[in-house]
């Protein structure tokens, strides 16, 4: 039974074997030689035709069964074997014609492009050939046309000799006649050539007076170059001093602004208490007039009243018509008399109500002087606004001009600082390396050492603020810089910041301020880190904070000097840094230069301060 399992086992592999035939075009199908030589040999071993000696000795039986055990082990390996071998075949297989399949595409493609490369190909080779057939027969045609030409052209030099020679006899005295006429042509043009070179020579020294004249003109002009550059410095300082002129009238206007007003009160007051007089009197005097006639234009009116009533009564049986007529007449008269009184008492009246409106006129006239003054005073008001703004700008642009500067000559002097090996040709230096702080010390003619930072090859990048945005205190209250003796001085403010990652923005007496706010910046640990301060390149006062001190991102820290005032409160006081060696961070001192620096852990200059009153 086993052999027979075996025979059948050993058919049914090569049934496989017969069956699965590698790629014939794979370059990636690898028989596993080994594995059928082993397999081979196994096979041979088992289906060898040696055939067993059984007998019925016990011992030859258990050679038997361990002989045939062992058999049976052999066979297993050697099944797990075959079906592993089997998968891995049928794997490879697969592989094989997932390739062969990647590969009939690939020449598909490429049998696609080559047809059409030798389509396109063709097309230019027919367009070629057409075209040299065609240049062909252009370049056979000019050639026949070449021969033509050079024939005819022999003909006609045949020609045009044998014509010479007839007619030579005869153009010889018309040749004469040209030659005669041409000499004296060439007389004429030796003749205006003369003259040319007369006008040539008179235009050469007009030339050569006009380039005296524009050398002349020239200087004229480098002069007056210079002069103007002269007006512009002069006009630079008259606007200096106009600048200054309208600080002092703007000061001026503000300690005479309350001295106006109360002038203009002043005068208000008066003028409105004398028209009050005047109208008051002008009310009584008015008053007292019109009683007066009142009652004496009532007494006469009851008289003629009586006497009209009177002599009406009593003559007016007596008398006749005619009389009657006659004390019309006279009641008439009287009349005329009564209102001549009343015209008289009119007349007296008119001057009164005349002054009265040539009073109540003044009056107006002064109030539309006192409003044409309010707006004249208004007009000078916003015009005083104008020109201080128009100040404010132009200080403004004047310090940030020299801001950039200053700032420009700062980094020429880095970059030059590093470029040159010394500091000046004509100093000696010796340079010693410092394994603690990493420090250059140039020793200068005067025998003066100076501590210079190594940098390192990074970008510098200066940051340009105002004062006004510089200078701010504790409390935000803008300092206020005393602009005045700066313009009557000629003197400028100066204040350079060059900055690496970190910044020193507000530097005052008490306190100076470092600010941790760069593009990508992060927590700072600030161990081993000093500030340095000098005044004016003298002994330096040393600054540095505590192992454990960190400078958050985006935050910044004070460093107060040992006399900084209100402290406040202790507990407050006992966290802040205090620069114990460090008296005021600034000086006010004409001329003095404050310099301010942040050395990092290895000596690098991470962000200076630089302050001069010149």
Not at 309 to 333: G, V
Request: hydrophobic share 30%; aromatic share 6%; with cysteine.
């Amino acid at each position: 039974m086993p052999l027979k399992k075996e025979k059948h086992q050993h058919d049914s592999t090569d049934v496989i074997k017969s069956q699965i035939t590698p790629l014939n075009n794979s370059t990636n199908t690898i028989l596993p030689t080994n594995e059928n030589l082993l397999l081979e040999n196994s096979y041979r071993h088992l289906t060898s035709t040696n055939k067993t000696n059984f007998s019925n000795d016990s011992a030859i039986g258990l050679d038997h069964l361990s002989l045939i055990r062992g058999h049976k082990n052999d066979l297993d390996v050697l099944n797990n074997r075959f079906s592993n071998y089997v998968n891995a075949l049928q794997k490879k297989s697969k592989e094989n014609n997932d390739l062969q399949k990647k590969v009939d595409i690939e020449k598909q493609k490429h049998k696609y492009l080559a047809t059409k490369d030798n389509h396109e190909l063709d097309t230019q080779m027919n367009e070629l050939r057409t075209e040299i057939d065609e240049s062909a027969v252009l370049t056979e045609h000019f050639i026949i046309k070449h021969d033509r030409a050079l024939k005819e052209l022999a003909l006609l030099k045949d020609k045009i000799r044998t014509e010479e020679d007839n007619s030579y006899v005869k153009r010889r005295p018309l040749l004469e006649k040209e030659y005669q006429q041409t000499s004296v042509q060439l007389q004429e043009l030796k003749r205006s050539c003369e003259d040319l070179e007369k006008i040539a020579q008179a235009s050469k020294n007009q030339m050569n007076l006009m380039n005296d004249l524009y050398k002349k003109l020239e200087d004229e002009l480098h002069d007056l170059t210079l002069n103007n550059i002269r007006l512009q410095n002069n006009l630079r300082t008259i606007e200096e001093q106009i600048l200054f002129k309208k600080a002092t009238y703007e000061t001026e206007k503000a300690e005479l602004g309350n001295e106006q007003a109360k002038q203009k009160q002043f005068y208000t007051d008066e003028l409105g208490k004398a028209i009050e007089d005047i109208k008051y009197d002008f009310q009584i005097l008015l008053k007292h007039n019109k009683a007066l006639l009142e009652n004496s234009y009532a007494d006469r009116m009851e008289q003629a009243k009586t006497q009209l009533l009177a002599y009406e009564t009593t003559k007016q049986q007596q008398q006749p018509l005619a009389a009657t007529r006659i004390s019309i007449d006279a009641l008439q008269n009287e009349l005329k008399q009564v209102e001549k009184v009343r015209q008289d008492i009119d007349n007296e009246y008119r001057p009164l109500v005349d002054l009265y409106l040539i009073k109540q006129k003044e009056k107006n006239q002064t109030d539309e002087e006192r409003i044409r003054l309010d707006n004249e005073y208004n007009r000078l008001a916003n015009e005083i606004n104008h020109l201080t703004q128009a100040i404010e700008v132009g200080e403004q642009y004047w310090f940030s001009v020299h801001f950039e500067l200053e700032t420009y000559r700062k980094l020429l002097d880095l970059e030059t600082s590093k470029s040159l090996p010394t500091i000046n040709t004509t100093t000696t230096t010796a340079i010693t390396n410092n394994n603690n702080n990493n420090k250059n010390h140039v020793v200068l003619s005067n025998g003066k050492d100076e501590h210079i930072p190594i940098e390192e090859p990074r970008p510098t990048v200066t940051i340009k603020k105002p004062d006004v945005q510089r200078a701010i205190s504790k409390t935000g209250e803008i300092k206020r810089r005393n602009t005045k003796n700066a313009f009557e001085e000629g003197s400028i403010f100066i204040c350079n910041i060059i900055l690496g990652r970190f910044d020193i923005d507000q530097v005052q007496a008490g306190f100076i301020s470092i600010n941790n706010a760069a593009t990508h910046c992060v927590d700072q640990l600030l161990k081993g880190w000093t500030l340095v301060h000098t005044i004016n390149n003298g002994p330096e006062c040393i600054f540095q904070f505590s192992d454990t001190y960190v400078l958050r991102a985006r935050t910044r820290v004070r460093v107060y000097s040992n006399k900084a005032e209100n402290i406040g409160n202790s507990a407050v006081a006992s966290t802040r840094l205090i620069a114990s060696s460090i008296p005021v961070w600034t000086s006010t001192n004409q001329g003095d230069n404050v310099k301010i620096v942040l050395l990092d852990d290895k000596g690098i200059n991470r962000a200076q301060y630089s302050e001069t009153w010149q």
